[in-house]
Structures are given as C-alpha cells and as structure tokens.
C-alpha cells in the first residue's frame, strides 16, 4: 500500500508517457479499473450521476461512464463546469460521444442513488470557488452513496486543509494514496480509502505498513536463542509522582520479547513497579547516576523520558549517553527543544503532536494538516527518526522514506498509552536486528492491541495497563515459523 505525493504522480505519468504509455491509455485502465470495483458495490438498478470535471480526474470520470453504459447501468455523466479541456479527458469524451452515449452539462432531475465525484482531483488548489462549494453542498446533501475518484473534491492531494469538500463514503485512489487520506481535517471526507491498481511500477517512498509487513519481518524465535540474544535495553524514566510511567513502558519493553531490561528510576518507584514487574533490574536513582556517569554494562538499546521532569538532569544524562554507539529512544520528559548533534547510532523521537509543535516551532493545525511532509522534512535535517504518534502515527527516516501505521483507536487517547509504546519500541529494537522493521512493528502491535480490546470492552475503559496484556495473543496470530 503506497502513498504518493502530487509530484510523484506526474513524474509517474510524465516517465509513463514518455516511454510508450500515454496519458490516454493509462486514462482508460484508471477508468476500467474503476468501474470493475465500483461495480462491486453498485445495483443495476441504481440511478448513478457522474460529476466530471475538465480536467483527467473528470476523464476518469468519462470512461467509468462508458463502461457503466456498456454494461447497462442507469449513468448520468454531467459536466457542470463544462466540456473537458485537458488532452486526454477531451479525446476520451470523443470516443464517448462517439459510441452514442448520452451527456449533459447540467444535473438532471434527482433523487440519484449514487453520486460519483470525479471533478477534481490532484490538480486542485484551494479554495475553491462559489460555484463548486454550492455544488458540492448540494451533493452533501443527497442521500445518496458518495464514491470519490482519487481524492474527494476540496481536498488537496498533499496537505490536510480542506473547508467544503465532497463527503465520500468510498473513495478510490488512483496509483495508490495521497497524503491527504491520513491528515487533518482532509481525512474525514474520504470514507473508506482504497487503492486502485492503474499498472504502474510502484516505488513510492511512503507505505502503509501493513501485517503482511509485520509476518514478513518477525519471525519466531530460534529454539538455540537465550536471554542475551534479545539484548538487554536500558529505560530511564519514572519518578515518585510518575511511577507508573516506567511500569507501563517496562511491561511494553519485557512483553514485546527484549531479553533482559534495566530500568534507572527513583527507589520508590522501584519499590512500587517492582511488584509487578519482577523480572527487570532496578538501577535506584537512576537518573542521577546516570548523570554523574555510571552506565550498567552490556546495554543493547535505551530508552528516555517516560515520567521524566529534571530536564536539567536529562541535558546531563544525554550527553553523557550521546557517544555511546546504541540506539537511543528519546520520548515525554526528554523531548525538550534540543539540537540533536550528530551521532553514530540512531536516535528515535517519539512526539506526539503537542511535542512535536515544541520541537519544530509549528502550530499543532500546521502539523496535522501535515504530518508526513513535516516529519520528513525534520528527519532529514535533524538525521533522526521520527515517530508523530496519534491516528495514523507516521514514522519518517532520515533518508526521506516513510510508513503510516494504520491500526490503533481512540481507546488509546488516554494517559500512560505513549509510555507503553516507548517500552514496546525499545524491545523491539533490542530483540530485532532490523531497527526499520522494529520500530513499525512496534507501533503496530502497540495499535492492534487497541483494536483487539475494543472488541471486548467500550473504549472509554481501557487503560494503557491493558495493551500488553493482549500483546501476547495479538502477537500468536501474526508470528510464524
Ligand atoms: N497516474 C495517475 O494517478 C493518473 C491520474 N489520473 C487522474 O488525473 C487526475 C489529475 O488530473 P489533472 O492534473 O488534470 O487535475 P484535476 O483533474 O484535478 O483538474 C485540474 C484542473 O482543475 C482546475 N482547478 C484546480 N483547482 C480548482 C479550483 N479550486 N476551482 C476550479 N478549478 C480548479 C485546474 O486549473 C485544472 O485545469 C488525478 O487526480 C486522477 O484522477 C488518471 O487520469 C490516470 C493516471
Ligand atoms: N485516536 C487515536 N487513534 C490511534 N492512536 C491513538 C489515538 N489517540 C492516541 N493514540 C496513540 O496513543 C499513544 C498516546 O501517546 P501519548 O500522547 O504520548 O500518551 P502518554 O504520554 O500519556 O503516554 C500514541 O501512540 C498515539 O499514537
Ligand atoms: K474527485
């Protein structure tokens, strides 16, 4: 599952063209492809409207209605701006009008059952003008099934801000998804998102990642395997008043599979988390050894933030840390406006958008009307990763990929859920040898935890503390041999 930018697509296009596959042919396999999925959820007896607009989203718009034609539906093709004017959109009208299908530029009498919207699409700039947002209030208001061709109409194809825009139940991208389907406001006129196949190579920069990624990268352990094979990871975090912070990460660390955690907390919080969580060692008043020098021996990956506040204490602990070549998960209480220096091993942030606003300056709307580009943008000059939690959480490396992690809910919209999900990252980095992988499986299970107990409880119930108690099941069903 792919996501492409605007420009990604009109390379892909312009490459596509220039190489023997026209605008034109690649317009009739978008349009047939089209047609053999909407028809999937279409009856034959629906009265279907075809919005079109004048330029390639409408002629996709064009050749569905051709094929709905042929295969006898009841279709409506409306140009309500008028006639087509890009190339290809125009010689597909031709061929249309030409096989004697009927055509209009103004909408029938209703009530139309369906209403497909293929007006505009990566070629629109906001705002748009009187007439479209009349238009597209009118369609809003039907009670009809709304299907958008690759993008709804108001909404842009690389940025979150939309104001009207036409509201999808379905809507079908062409080549693969834009960033739009996962930002905000945009997001919520898609409906369901799908891809659509148009037979282009894919090699976009940034997936989905999916559980067919997760299956193919974790693996069941080895019967030879040991403790010291999955590493032993270092969590920094916790206070007397934030114990529970260094709990729930230290549960998402030892349940996720890392083979032996040291957690550097305060002796009370030791005390408490102790308990449940018998199988980690404890490093008392963690934080200031730490910032005096002292490191425990043999540390794989570590983790910092959960339930921190001494900022000055962790300025001391990071650079005490910073030359040490071991991956470093910075995330809450240690997230605070800092330079990233250069540094050999990764480093991974985990902001969520808040943090994030802190960390880049930019307003928390900007940022989520953004998410990819600015995560991105911030992995590539700071040279760290970054993972921008909340729905659709996006994880952006250096070398400008990326993955949006689809699963999860908003039973996770709850204190201490960030903190298991630092403890689950940090064991999996530990235990795994791919860090790309680790990071996303991480951020997946961490979400499909969610979505298996709102299955079984309201999401107003469920406390972090539950997501690692359905870990394990979540993860029988995906790991294989
Ligand atoms: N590789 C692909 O993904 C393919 C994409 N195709 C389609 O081509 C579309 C892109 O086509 P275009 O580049 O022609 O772009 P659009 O179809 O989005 O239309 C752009 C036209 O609308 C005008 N416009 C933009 N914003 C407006 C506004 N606010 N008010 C009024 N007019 C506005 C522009 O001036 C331009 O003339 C894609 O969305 C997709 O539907 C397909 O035809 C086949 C291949
Ligand atoms: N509506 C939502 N849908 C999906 N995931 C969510 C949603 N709300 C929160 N989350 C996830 O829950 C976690 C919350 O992290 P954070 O805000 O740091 O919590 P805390 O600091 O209290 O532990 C993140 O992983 C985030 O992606
Ligand atoms: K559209």
Known sequence: MFIYREVEIRKADETAAQNGLSGNALMETAGRSLFLRIKEILNKNSRILILSGRGNNGGDGIVLARYLNQWGYKVDLVFPFGEPKSDSASEHFRYYKSVGYSWSTSIGDGPYD??????????????????????????????????????????????????????????????????????????????????????????????????????????????????????????????DEMPGSAMLAGLGAMKIGIGKLV?????????????????????????NKLAVGTFPDGIRAMAIGPGLTDEKLIDQVLENVWEKEIPLVIDAGALGKREFAPRKAPIIITPHPGEFSRLTGLSVKEIEA?????????????????????????????????????????????????????????????????????????????????DELVKEQNERSIVAGDITNVLGRVMNRLITD
């Open 114 to 239: 369906v209403i497909i919207d293929a007006l505009l699409g990566v070629g629109t700039r906001l705002p748009l003008n009187q007439s479209y947002q009349d238009l597209l209030k009118w369609c809003n208001q039907q009670h009809a099934l709304k299907i958008a061709i690759d993008i709804p109409t108001g909404v842009l194809a690389d940025r979150g801000e939309a104001d009207i825009a036409f509201h999808a139940d379905y809507t079908f991208s062409l080549h693969g998804f834009k960033p739009s389907t996962f930002l905000l406001p945009s997001n919520t006129y898609f409906g369901q998102a799908e891809s659509i196949d148009i037979g282009l190579p894919q090699d976009a920069k940034w997936k989905i990642w999916s559980e067919k990624n997760v299956k193919r990268t974790m693996k069941k352990r080895g019967s030879n395997s040991h403790k010291g094979t999955f590493g032993t990871g270092l969590l920094v975090a916790g206070t």
């Open 263 to 287: 957690i550097a907390t305060t002796p009370y919080a030791a005390s408490i988390i102790a308990t449940r969580l018998p199988e980690a060692t404890y490093l008392h008043d963690g934080l």
């Open 370 to 450: 953004n998410r990819l580009e600015i995560s991105s943008q911030f992995a590539l000059q700071k040279n760290v990763i970054v993972v921008l939690k909340g729905a659709n959480t996006v994880i952006a490396f250096p070398n400008g990929t990326g993955f949006i992690n689809r699963t999860g809910n908003a039973a996770l919209a709850k204190g201490g859920s960030g903190d298991t999900l630092t403890g689950m990252i940090l064991g999996l980095i530990c235990s795994e040898s791919d860090i790309t992988s680790a990071i996303a499986n991480a951020v997946y299970l961490h979400g499909l935890c969610a």
